[in-house]
């Protein structure tokens, strides 16, 4: 068996959280908006169909474990959940938190405006936050 491989896009984009029982969880660096990325631990998967059943229904729990902690972590007012893989076809989870205050809303996260990378700081607070909120589900 093949050792999973991250597409490199997401490794750039994105920053390591913690590992669930299926799926890497990561942060996307961009401190507009916060937003986590769930990338199942699996080769060749592009559409949620083409994981297995039984992933399908794990995927299903730790989207809502994470949904669930993003939800209080950031106290967001909406959250957006999203598989779209039009310009990264690995399949990824988006969970992002929304405010009615935030800079594109109520419209999409998607392509609007240029991404603002964190602070090391700030990015540090945020994977810590998410990951105490996630382990404490």
Partial sequence: MR?????????????HVAP??????RVMNDRRWPWAILVP???DIVEFHDLSPLDQTMLTFET???SRAMKRWARADKLNIATLG???????????????DDPNWPGPVWGFGTPEPY??????????GLKT?????
């Fill in 119 to 128: 602070q090391d700081a700030e990015l540090r607070a945020f994977v810590d």
């Fill in 20 to 25: 669930l029982g299926l799926c890497d969880l």
């Fill in 64 to 66: 809502s474990l994470v």
């Fill in 86 to 100: 039009n310009i990264v076809s690995m399949f990824h989870l988006h969970v992002v938190a929304r405010h009615m």
């Fill in 41 to 43: 631990k699996r080769n």
């Fill in 133 to 137: 909120e996630v382990l404490q589900s």
């Fill in 3 to 15: 050792r999973f491989a991250l597409d490199p896009r997401l490794a750039k984009d994105t920053r």
